[in-house]
């Protein structure tokens, strides 16, 4: 197993996780645990594309209906010829 130490935790999350502790009568450590392997036990959420969750979000709105656009060039293009 490994070992891992935890630096600068505030003092007020360390006088909840001692309360907690002792509330279900284990170790601050144990508890510190506990509630790491309950917190990580879930399954990974899933990647999501940006572009998806936008779409998901407003399908339920509707959507929106974009008049085309007709594109053309900014500028000529160079010409490279004599």
Not at 12 to 18: F, Q, S, T
Request: charged letters at 35%; a positive charge.
């Amino acid at each position: 197993m490994a070992v891992m130490t935890i630096r600068n935790i505030d003092d007020a999350i360390k006088k909840r996780l001692r309360v907690r502790a002792a509330v279900n009568g284990r170790s601050m450590e144990d508890e510190a645990r506990d509630i790491l392997r309950s917190a990580l036990s879930t399954d990974e959420p899933r990647a999501r594309n940006l572009a998806q969750a936008i779409h998901e979000r407003f399908t339920a709105l509707g959507g929106v209906d974009l008049p085309d656009t007709p594109r053309q060039a900014i500028r000529p293009p160079p010409e490279f010829g004599e």
